[in-house]
């Protein structure tokens, strides 16, 4: 056996020793990276996911807003209508969370939720965590949040962006009194919403369940882990290996040819089987018995 008879001071214990030990460590640290690269990689790509739907929504609002909306106004201003709001295509929110709805039939682990303080819709009022993601844009000014929030003992990851009304944003968001009728018979609004022009009122948020991804993560990361960590244990077994075959066992055979020298017995020629350094070692051992054994039939 390779670690057998294995002794403190030997060349054996010596080299092996440490080889197995960075072997391990080594398969060891780069399993534990491959575990976190995996997860890390798994919440980017979730991310990134996560941004695409949100460029998607925030495009759609765009589009409203810029072109759909004003075209609609024209239209309305010139008579060939008998609404005043309509709001499947004049009121962005309702435009994106209506195709967001179709969007999410097919990819049900996204959520979006448009959420705002004073909202026209009751159901878009925040809830404690949804506030606090509201709160860090308008004290921060900065223009996206991310992060894994718990939500009904569940946790998810979240990607969010700052609701910023313009002035259009007031034909359904300011006053009552100038709320268009469709809109108001609708919502039925009890209040004036007063939304501030320039000011963060609320936010789009899209998010997934956490614990599936990281789930998943963890298991490939697991594998890829152990599949390392045995790349690296089978590298250290070949060197042992290797060392044991070449250069340990042939230089224990030496030793015993030595042992059995000092004996006396010198009639067994050294097997010679290789020009390395270790065949040439068994070269000097051969040379040695021949002299000794001339030296003793000498004195026969």
Known sequence: MMFKNLKPNSIKTKVALPIAVVGVLSGVLVGY???RMEI???????EQQIKTALTFSKAS???????????INELLASGCSKEDF???????????????KKVNEELPDFQLRQVAYNPLNPKDEPDETEAKII??????????HKGILEKNNKR????ALPVIPDTSCLVCHGRIEA???TVYALYKPAKDLNWEVGKVQGAVIVSIPFEEIILKAQLNGLVKALMAFGLFLVIVLFILLALDRMVFKPIEKLEKLAEEIAKGNVDKPVDITSDDEIGKLAQAFERMRVSIKKVMDLLK
């Open 86 to 100: 309509i709001l499947e295509g004049q009121s962005s929110s309702f435009f994106t969370a209506s195709i967001f």
């Open 135 to 144: 709160a860090f844009f308008r004290s921060t000014g900065i223009k996206e």
């Open 33 to 35: 990276y491959t575990y």
């Open 40 to 46: 890390d990689n798994a919440i980017r790509t979730s």
């Open 61 to 71: 609002r765009e589009y409203v807003r810029n072109t759909l909306r004003p075209k």
């Open 156 to 159: 998810y990851f979240n990607y």
């Open 179 to 181: 709320m268009p009728k």
